[in-house]
């Protein structure tokens, strides 16, 4: 199997950091300019059969590509495999189905106790679990994820297995109004919250926290003898993770209407898994890339309807054979790890 | 600073991997741990350094009982470890990893550009190589690295972990030339070896452990000519 050698991803990133200030400035304008006036695309090659391109902006894309980022502190950064990511994002959903159908509080209002609760959730589930290693973490975190669904289909206080309908929408906001009837605000809503999201995500990469990240992933213990907290620096990246699922949540819940517990299946997590390993674990805009592909790719070919997801597992598989590390994989160096070991010590030279 | 570990006790379940073993290191010494494979060496420096817990015993560090402290705040009273296998970080730079070992300092800004210094003085090669990845260092470079960015943690105590492990000759002899001028320069040593024959020419004092107990204890310079450690650690006799 040959590995495509040519890396995107260091040839965008030296680009970058050879641009003097203001071309960065440029192209971020142009790139967010881009992204907001992306539902005014009218493009045959780009068209969803079955459902109108710009709903599609909404749900599935955006939605995954910031569940994508949000999975990707934890998974990318600091390397916890955690298979129940979806349950954060059940309780931002079911926070504003909840709140919003029974109390008088509005979408602005219930989405900081949304994000509070996923992050609280992530607090309680992170400090017992986090102790844990790899495979173990994947199977507690993977049983969480299935909890929090059965306790919702089991309660019927929120609705049990039909869930909770009649979700207000959020008030009118710069002169957009969220209707059913259009997603264009929807679109925009979770495109200003994606984007301060990774404003903030490069924000904490680059300093301290991201520092810690990076050296729990690469050698645990070794993390500690540099005096990092390393249990605490794995519940924040877990409680982050939580809170824009959090946010996601309850943005979706108030779009969609009406939410039921099945939504929310362990499929969730491991889809927004696949768009985090696809693009390029670690990179954030390799998994940017690989949940906008994973997510428009399977509606694009609608038109082929049973065996689509068939055809899209096995282009999936293809992919991954050609470009094991993602579409836009981090620094090759991190992949130096296990080689060297075997290297042999010969005849090093004096050194001074 | 005196470090003094006292009838330490460390089980992996229900393996008994340290079995009541005393060492003290006093200020300003390097003192060795000499043993076999498996005889406790790399659990003995895990847990003083925190990574392992005790069963029970007692680790003293300047008279104060750190056995129950978590790794990363053992760090901050000066106890700094380059461990076993070297545990640089692959995907760091040289750069980068030597920052990394200043992570906890309060006042790394002000005091990282003189400890650079310091470290590049006592491995120069370590400049040459300043934005090579890590993982791509050969071994010898990465033990440098690794003793290097203990030391940007200022200890008091520096713990090594067999730092001539897997290197050549040529190599050893100069890592162990310059763990004596850290020494020198007024950073006590705890220095775990199976390479006796350079463990006991630099160390003051030493430690034989077999199978987590300590058999000897004694001058380095007496157990260089003592006939057991003789035959059964520098090879001689075997033949
Ligand atoms: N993670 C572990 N789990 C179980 N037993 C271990 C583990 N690490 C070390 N041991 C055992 O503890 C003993 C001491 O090992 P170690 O401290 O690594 O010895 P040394 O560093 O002197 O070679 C050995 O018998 C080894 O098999
Ligand atoms: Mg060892």
């Not at chain 1, 059913?180 to 200003?192: E, R």
């Not at chain 1, 050698?219 to 620096?233: F, Y």
């Not at chain 2, 006292?6 to 005393?22: P, Q, W």
């Not at chain 2, 420096?45 to 560090?61: A, D, N, W, Y």
Request: hydrophobic letters at 45%; a positive charge; glycine letters at 10%.
């Amino acid at each position: 199997m040959s590995k495509v050698t040519f890396n995107l991803r260091d040839k965008g990133a030296q680009f970058w950091d050879k641009s003097p200030r203001w071309r960065r400035v440029l192209l971020s304008v142009i790139f967010i300019a881009i992204c907001y006036a992306l539902p005014f695309l009218n493009n045959p090659i780009l068209n969803t059969p079955g459902s109108d391109f710009q709903s599609v902006l909404f749900y599935p894309v955006g939605m995954y590509v910031m569940m994508a980022i949000g999975l990707n502190i934890v998974v990318g950064k600091s390397g916890l495999l955690d298979l129940g990511y979806v349950a954060f994002f059940a309780i931002g959903a079911y926070t504003m189905a909840v709140l919003g159908t029974k109390t008088s509080l509005n979408f602005w209002e219930i989405l900081p106790i949304g994000v509070g609760l996923a992050m609280l959730s992530g607090v309680l589930l992170g400090t017992p679990t986090l102790r844990l290693r790899g495979d173990y973490l994947a199977i507690v975190t993977m049983g969480f994820g299935e909890i929090v669904r059965i306790v919702a289909v089991n309660t019927s206080a929120i609705g049990g297995s039909r869930g909770i309908a009649g979700i207000p929408t959020p008030p009118p906001a710069f002169k957009a109004k969220f209707t059913i009837l259009d997603p264009k605000p929807y679109y925009w809503l979770l495109l200003t919250f994606t984007l301060l999201i990774i404003w903030m995500v490069r924000r904490l990469a680059a300093r301290r926290p991201g520092r810690a990240w990076d050296a729990i992933r690469q050698d645990d213990d070794v993390a500690q003898l540099m005096g990092i907290n390393t249990r605490r620096s794995k519940v924040w990246a877990f409680v982050l993770g939580a809170a824009v699922a959090g946010v996601g949540g309850v943005i979706y819940a108030s779009q969609i209407l009406s939410i039921v517990p099945d939504q929310f299946n362990l499929n969730v997590s491991i889809l927004i898994l696949a768009c985090v390993v696809f693009g390029g674990i670690g990179n954030l805009w390799g998994v940017i890339v690989g949940a906008v592909i994973l997510a428009f790719t399977p509606e694009r070919i609608r038109f082929l309807s049973q065996p689509r997801i068939l055809v899209f597992g096995m282009a999936l598989v293809i992919m991954m054979n050609l470009r094991p590390d993602g579409m836009l994989p981090k620094k090759k160096r991190e992949h130096l790890e296990a080689d060297w070991d075997h290297v042999e010590e010969s005849g090093e030279g004096e050194i001074k | 600073m005196r470090l003094e570990i006292k009838d330490l006790h460390v089980h992996y379940g229900k393996i008994e991997a340290i079995k009541g073993v005393s060492v003290v290191v006093n200020e300003g010494e390097i003192v060795t741990l000499i043993g076999a494979n498996g005889a406790g060496k790399t659990t003995m420096l895990k847990t003083i350094s925190g990574l392992r817990p005790v069963t029970s015993g007692q680790i003293l560090f300047d008279g104060k009982d750190i056995s129950k402290m978590p790794a990363h705040e053992r760090v901050n009273l000066g106890l700094s470890q380059a461990p076993e296998g070297r545990g640089i970080f692959p995907g760091m730079t040289v750069l980068e990893n030597l920052e990394m070992g200043k992570y906890h300092r309060k006042d790394r800004k002000s005091e990282m550009k003189e400890d650079l210094e310091k470290v590049y003085h006592l491995f120069p090669r370590l400049l040459e190589r300043i934005n090579q990845a890590g993982g791509t260092l050969s071994g010898g470079e990465q033990q440098m690295l690794a003793i290097g960015r203990a030391l940007m943690a200022r200890p008091k105590v520096l713990l090594l972990d067999e730092p001539s492990m897997g290197l050549a000759p040529l190599m050893i002899a100069n890592i162990f030339r310059i763990i004596t001028e850290i020494n020198n320069l007024g950073t006590t040593i705890l220095l775990v070896e199976q390479n006796a024959q350079q463990a006991l020419q630099r160390a003051h004092r030493a430690y034989v452990l077999e199978t987590g107990n300590v058999v000897k204890e004694a001058k380095a310079s007496d157990l260089l000519n003592d006939p057991a450690v003789r035959a059964a650690y520098l090879g001689v006799g075997a033949h």
